[in-house]
C-alpha cells in the first residue's frame, strides 16, 4: 500500500511539474512548443479532414433541425439587404475612390497601398473560452504575427500563430483582444428659430413666389469632379417676384415686432464627422466588444448609437487606420472622468466566416530598419 | 529493437492515444458545429473522466493528461494547461468513484457528470491564472452545466472505449 501510495504521489507530481514546465515554456514563447503544436498539425489535420468528411453529414441533419427557420428569415433578409445594398455600393465605390485619390494626392497612407494575401477559414475553435479561427494560408504567403485580417463586412481579428501553410487568427470577440479605434461621431447640430419676414407688405395684386432648395458645393481640392461629402450644406435661397435674390443661408433680413416660426437647421461649427479614440476589447463569445477610454469631452458631444467604428491607426497600431469595425451598439454612461462604455455592434458576422483577407501591413516600428 | 517497437504499440497509452486523436477529430469537426444552447461540447474532456472511471484514479490522471495535451495542440490556450486540468478531472474521476460501494450505471453517469462540470470550472480558472481576462464570467455555469449534462449521457459508451483502450497487454490476449 506504501508502495503503491509513493507511485500514486510520484506521477502526481510529475505530472504538476510538467504541466507547469510545458505552461511556462508556452507563456515565454518557446520555438520548442511552436515546432511540436506545428508537427501535431501536420499528422493531425489528414485525420480531422477525414473527421470532418464523415461527419458531414451528421452536421447537415443538425443544423437542418436546429436552423432551418433562422435561415429562412436570413435569406428573406438578405434579399431584401441585396436589394438596398446595390444602389449604395454604386455610390460607395465612387466615394471610397474619391478618399483614396485625395489620401494619395496629400502623401495618406490607404487600404489599396497595402498587399493582402486571401484565404479561407478551414476550422474553428473548439473552446468556450477562445475565439480563434483557422486559416488556411501562412508564413508561405508572407502572413506574420499580428496582421489584420478582415472579411467583405470589415475587420474580424489579428494573426496570432503563423505556421507555414495555415495560421491561427484571434478573432475581435476574444477576451485577450485589443485595438485602438475611432468612433465618428455626427456633429452636433442645433436647430434655430429665426425670426424673419412673418408678413409681407399688404399688396392688392396677386404676387407669386419661388423657393428653391439649393445644395451648395464646396470644392477642396483640384480633384476634378471631387465633391467631399462633409462639407455640404444645404442652404435656402428665396426668390422674390420681382427679382431679388435674396443671400444663400440666410432667410431674410430680421425685423423687429415681425415674428416667425420657419425653423432652419444650422450647422454648429464645421460640418466634419467628429473622431475621439479609445480601446477595444473582446469580452467573449456571448457579449460584445466595448471601447474604452473614449473621452467625455464637450466638443465631441454624446456618442450616439450607430456611430461607425474604425481602427485608429499609427506608429505602434497593428491595423492601418479606417478599416471599418462596427457601429455604437449601446452606450453606457459612466460617472466621473471614466467616459463612456460603448458597445459595438461588430460589422463582420462570425457565424459565418469564409474567405478572409490578411493585409500585409506592419506598423513603422514592426518593420526592419534598412541599412 | 524490435521488442521495443512491440513493446510501444501494445502499450496500453499508445492506443489511448490513437484513441484520442479520433476523438480530438470528432471534437474539432462534429462537435465544434453542433453547439446546443451555443455551448461547445467537450468530448476530450469526457475521455479524460471516462478513463479515470475506467482504470480508477492514478491511470486516470495519466489517462487525462494524455488527452489533455492532445486537446492542447489544437487550441491557442498555453500548452500544458487543458492537461493540468484534464489530469485532475481523470484522477477526480477515479478517486470519486472508488467510494462507491456498488457501482452501478447511473453512479458512474452522475459522477463523469459532476467531475466534468468542475473540469468546466476549473478551465477557466486556469485561464485567469495565466493572464487571460473576462474568461471567469456567469457563462461558465451554464457552459459547465450543458457539458455536464452531456457527458452524462454519453459516458457509458466512452468508458467502454476507456476500458478496452487502457486494458493491460496481458489482458488484451
Known amino acids: 500500500m506504501a508502495g503503491y501510495s509513493f507511485t500514486r504521489r510520484r506521477a502526481i507530481l510529475l505530472l504538476s511539474l510538467t504541466s507547469v514546465i510545458l505552461i511556462t515554456m508556452d507563456l515565454r514563447g518557446s520555438s520548442i512548443v511552436n515546432f511540436a503544436r506545428s508537427s501535431f498539425g501536420v499528422v493531425f489535420r489528414p485525420i480531422e479532414s477525414a473527421s470532418r468528411v464523415l461527419t458531414r453529414p451528421i452536421q447537415n441533419t443538425w443544423h437542418g433541425i436546429t436552423h432551418y427557420n433562422s435561415v429562412v428569415d436570413e435569406n428573406r433578409r438578405l434579399k431584401d439587404l441585396v436589394a438596398y445594398n446595390e444602389g449604395a455600393t454604386i455610390s460607395a465605390i465612387a466615394s471610397v475612390r474619391e478618399a483614396q485619390e485625395l489620401l494619395a494626392l496629400n502623401g495618406l497612407p490607404t487600404l489599396a497601398g497595402i498587399s493582402s494575401c486571401t484565404a479561407q477559414v478551414v476550422g474553428s475553435s473548439p473552446s468556450n473560452y477562445s475565439q480563434t479561427v483557422e486559416i488556411n494560408r501562412g508564413t508561405e504567403c508572407g502572413i506574420k504575427v499580428g496582421m489584420p485580417v478582415l472579411n467583405a463586412a470589415g475587420m474580424i481579428g489579428k494573426v496570432t500563430d503563423v505556421y507555414k501553410k495555415r495560421s491561427v487568427v484571434m478573432l475581435m470577440t476574444d477576451p485577450g483582444y485589443s485595438l485602438a479605434v475611432k468612433v465618428v461621431n455626427a456633429p452636433p447640430t442645433t436647430t434655430t428659430t429665426v425670426v424673419g419676414e412673418g408678413t409681407s407688405d399688404s399688396s392688392s395684386t396677386t404676387s407669386t413666389s419661388t423657393t428653391t432648395t439649393t445644395i451648395k458645393v464646396t470644392t477642396t481640392t483640384g480633384i476634378p469632379g471631387f465633391t467631399p461629402g462633409a462639407t455640404i450644406a444645404p442652404t435656402v435661397t428665396t426668390v422674390s417676384p420681382t427679382g431679388v435674390t435674396s443671400p444663400p443661408g440666410s432667410v431674410g433680413p430680421n425685423k423687429p415686432g415681425q415674428s416667425t416660426k420657419s425653423p432652419i437647421t444650422v450647422p454648429a461649427g464645421i460640418d466634419l464627422p467628429l473622431k475621439e479614440t479609445g480601446a477595444l476589447e473582446g469580452r467573449g463569445l456571448s457579449k460584445a466588444p466595448v471601447v474604452r477610454f473614449v473621452e467625455n469631452q464637450v466638443r465631441f458631444g454624446d456618442v450616439k448609437v450607430g456611430s461607425p467604428v474604425i481602427s485608429a491607426g499609427g506608429a505602434t497600431s497593428l491595423a492601418p487606420p479606417d478599416v471599418v469595425i462596427g457601429t455604437i451598439s449601446r452606450v453606457i454612461k459612466r460617472t466621473g472622468t471614466l467616459g463612456p462604455l460603448l458597445e459595438v455592434e461588430l460589422a463582420a458576422d462570425f457565424d459565418y466566416l469564409n474567405f478572409v483577407r490578411v493585409l500585409l501591413y506592419q506598423p513603422s516600428t514592426e518593420r526592419p530598419v534598412q541599412p | ?173
Open chain 2, 1 to 173: 529493437m524490435m521488442n521495443q517497437l512491440i513493446f510501444i504499440i501494445e502499450n496500453r497509452y499508445t492506443r489511448l492515444v490513437l484513441v484520442g486523436l479520433m476523438f480530438l477529430s470528432l471534437q474539432t469537426t462534429l462537435f465544434n458545429e453542433m453547439r446546443p444552447f451555443g455551448v461547445c461540447l467537450q468530448v476530450m474532456l469526457l475521455l479524460a473522466a471516462s478513463s479515470g472511471l475506467a482504470t480508477g484514479s492514478q491511470t486516470g490522471a495519466i489517462a487525462g493528461f494524455i488527452v489533455g495535451l492532445l486537446y492542447d495542440m489544437v487550441l491557442a490556450t498555453p500548452l500544458g494547461l487543458c492537461a493540468a486540468v484534464f489530469a485532475i478531472v481523470g484522477y477526480l474521476a477515479g478517486f470519486a468513484h472508488s467510494f462507491v460501494h456498488e457501482s452501478t450505471w447511473w453512479s458512474r453517469m452522475l459522477t463523469a457528470s459532476i467531475v466534468s462540470a468542475v473540469g468546466m470550472i476549473l478551465l477557466p480558472i486556469g485561464f485567469t491564472i495565466t493572464g487571460t481576462e473576462n474568461v471567469l464570467t456567469l457563462n461558465v455555469l451554464t457552459v459547465a452545466l450543458v457539458v455536464a449534462l452531456f457527458n452524462a449521457v454519453f459516458s457509458w459508451p466512452v468508458e467502454f472505449v476507456c476500458r478496452w483502450a487502457l486494458r493491460e497487454p496481458s489482458a488484451a490476449r
